[in-house]
């Protein structure tokens, strides 16, 4: 074959390499076009199938609580004056009862008639109404509704009424499955500004919010939410309630697209106990936790990251029982990894009473498996941390920043101290680390290192272990009031 032939055979098979190579992008291109179209199509073109289906589930509620009459201006108008009846009709009623009323919202439950709303809808309320959604099959007149249970902790209220016949209702749904991520579509429906029945649709905008509470779990959504749909539903595509409509930040009192609905994950269990009890009765661990910050990761042995919750108190209870100790880091509770206190809280709070779970926790620098009988929070935990616990300190010596004594007759007296163990803080340098760590005066040292310090020689001890073992922070145990926390103090050079 000749050089021309060879080149012409080489310079065919790379326009057939390229031709194919184009074929096979073209192809590529057209199956990622064909994917993101039916991806956009999962979006509804409408929610009309959606909102008809579950609206007859959701009801208005109206409260009303009788309270004081006002008392007018009296005698500021003289006899006689042309001002007279004006007066006296503001004054009409002076000192009698009248009635005042709410609006809130809520949804059905069960066929049998259970309502799940907001407590601060119904709280207080002297008589409870529900309005139905109106339709075939569903109640024309304003049902009384019995007070079944609340929750304030979650604000989440049990209402029930009676009727003839089977109501529509809802289910929840799995607030932390597929269909309750950032982004997907969720809709709220109520009562918003006494307006009646409406629907908003919109986004999950983030999860896991807290505001104020210990059991928080917000999902945060832009779909509309005003006054008056508080204790609505928050439903998912499905149409499951996977949220109860509860809050909303804005200036102005109305939405501007940061709502809050409280998570299902949190609502059913209240639900489920409110019904069966009328009360709440959540697992308790019996301590006292804080979190652990970046700058105790070095201090605690055999962790490696800022996580878990740090123990600081074991009074009699359940955790002591189970030979749980202070400065014991939570890391794992009945299977679930424990990131901090909030999450540690909560997993508690909706276990059963009487459960025995299986508590990991990290101490010395090994793993350790506790098995915890769970008791119950709302009868136990004002009974084991009484409003005041301890505090501590004689001997005077000047470290880190610190001015510590041992404890004397006299300093117990000074600071209200009742504990006759630990190290006292007299003085604090106002340029030292242990200021910049919101020590103050009176605070009481009870550990440090993770060991008990009773003495100036123990936490001068604790010190010298830290620094050969290459710590660049100590780990105190220090009790204000009563009230224990842990502080990770930095190690000077010296």
Known sequence: M???????AQTQKRRNWTALISMLMLATVFVVSQVMIAQAQTRPASFADLAEQISPSVV?????????????????VPEG???????????????EQRRSAALGSGFVISEDGYIVTNNHVIEGADEIQIEFFPGEGQPKELLEAELIGTDPNTDIAVLKVDYDQPLQHVQFGD?????????????????????????????????????????????????????????????????????????????????????????????????????????????????????????????????TAARGALVTDVPPGPAENAGMEPSDVIVVFDGVEVENTRELVRVVGNSPVGQNVTVI?????????????????ETSEAEAFP?????????????????????????????????????????????SAAA????????????????????????????????????????????????????????SDE
């Open 2 to 8: 000749t050089s021309h032939a060879i080149a012409f």
């Open 60 to 76: 208005n509620i109206t409260t009303s609580t009788v309270i004081a009459g006002r008392t007018g201006p009296q005698g500021i």
């Open 81 to 95: 004056s042309p001002f007279e009846d004006f007066f006296n009709d503001l004054n009409r009623g002076d000192g």
């Open 175 to 303: 607030s932390d499955a597929v269909g309750a991520r950032v982004g997907d579509w969720v809709m709220a429906m109520g009562n918003p500004l006494g307006q009646g029945f409406s629907v908003s649709v919109g986004i999950i905008s983030a999860r896991n919010r807290a505001l104020n509470g210990r059991y928080d779990d917000y999902i945060q959504t832009d779909a509309a939410i005003n006054r008056g749909n508080s204790g609505g539903p928050l439903f998912n595509m499905d149409g499951e309630v996977i949220g109860v409509n509860t809050a909303i930040l804005s200036p102005t009192g109305g939405s501007i697209g940061i709502g809050f609905a409280m998570s299902s994950a949190v609502v059913s269990n209240v639900v489920d106990q409110l019904k069966e009890f009328g009360e709440t009765r959540r697992g308790w661990l019996g301590v006292r936790i804080q979190d652990v910050t970046p700058d105790m990761v070095d201090a605690i042995d055999g962790l």
């Open 361 to 377: 926790v990290l101490r010395g620098g090994e793993e350790v498996s506790l098995t915890v009988a769970l008791g119950r929070r």
């Open 387 to 431: 409003a005041s616990s301890e505090p501590e300190v004689s001997k005077e010596a000047e470290i880190l920043g610190l001015t510590l004594s041992e404890i004397t007759p006299e300093l117990t007296e000074q600071f209200s101290l009742s504990s006759e163990e630990g190290l006292v803080i007299t003085a604090i340098d106002p340029t």
């Open 436 to 491: 910049s760590k919101g020590l103050v005066v009176g605070d009481l040292i009870t550990e440090a290192g993770q060991q008990p310090v009773m003495t100036i020689a123990d936490f001068q001890a604790r010190i010298t272990e830290a620094r050969d073992a290459g710590r660049k922070s100590l780990l105190l145990l220090v009790r204000r009031g009563g009230d224990p926390r842990f502080v990770a103090l930095v190690l």
